[in-house]
């Protein structure tokens, strides 16, 4: 089992949608949880970033962290074109390498 | 721009040779990490350098090699490349109090 979880896709979306993305985790001892964007063949853009459980709001974007299913999502609202890309979640306990899913495809369809 | 910078951008070799990637951090940052990214396997962490000391290793090959130098910018070596090494490979840096990594623009090596 992978230590991070996440569906590939694609996903496809109308513009103006609400889009969840999820990924599930094994490890107990991460605490620090990552959203990056990539578009096609570029470096991944940070996002999001959360410390243990809860919500965090920045524009558009949600990440949520639920460490008692260890459950990890990402809400983006009033979706545009220019979100299509890659979004991939990645956790780590401190210190220590980021653990990659191997993220989801999104296209937001004008 | 992450401040993270990658050179070359792109790399064409035959099978057998060898090849260095250069990463330069963002300014301040002490930490460097190597990860290879190809289509079927994600993102794989490969090896973090911490101010010239190598920190954790992940799942790098041992034709695979890297090192950081005292003004914090690191190579990554691969030899004996097999057309399989074929992929994205990108460094990240991270630092000043912070676990945040942010990633540079990568490097797609090619091996014909």
């Known amino acids: 089992q992978k230590e991070v979880e996440q569906d590939p896709g694609p996903l496809s979306v109308p513009e103006g949608a609400i889009v969840s993305l999820n990924c599930t985790y094994s490890n107990s001892a991460f605490q620090y949880f990552m959203w990056y964007r990539q578009y096609s063949r570029k470096g991944p853009e940070l996002l999001m970033y959360t410390y243990s459980s809860g919500n965090k709001e920045d524009g558009r974007f949600t990440a949520q962290v639920d460490k008692s299913s260890k459950y990890i999502s990402l809400f983006i609202r009033d979706s545009q074109p220019s979100d299509s890309a890659t979004y991939l979640c990645a956790a780590h306990s401190g210190n220590t390498p980021l653990v990659f899913g191997k993220g989801t495809r999104l296209s937001v369809i004008a | 721009d992450s401040g993270v910078t990658q050179t070359p951008k792109h790399l064409i070799t035959a099978t057998g040779q060898r090849v260095t990637l250069r990463c330069s951090p963002r300014?301040?940052?002490?930490?460097v990490y190597w990860y290879q990214q190809s289509l079927d396997q994600g993102l794989q962490f490969l090896i973090q350098?911490?101010?010239?000391?190598?920190?954790a290793k992940g799942n790098i090959l041992e034709r695979f090699s890297a090192q950081q130098f005292p003004d914090l910018h690191s190579e990554l070596n691969l030899s004996s490349l097999e057309l399989g090494d074929s992929a994205l490979y990108f460094c990240?840096?991270?630092?000043?109090?912070?676990?945040?990594?942010?990633f540079g623009p990568g490097t797609r090596l090619t091996v014909l």
């Open positions: 350098y911490y101010n010239g000391e190598e920190r």
């Open positions: 990240a840096s991270s630092g000043g109090g912070s676990d945040t990594q942010y």
């Open positions: 300014s301040g940052d002490l930490s």
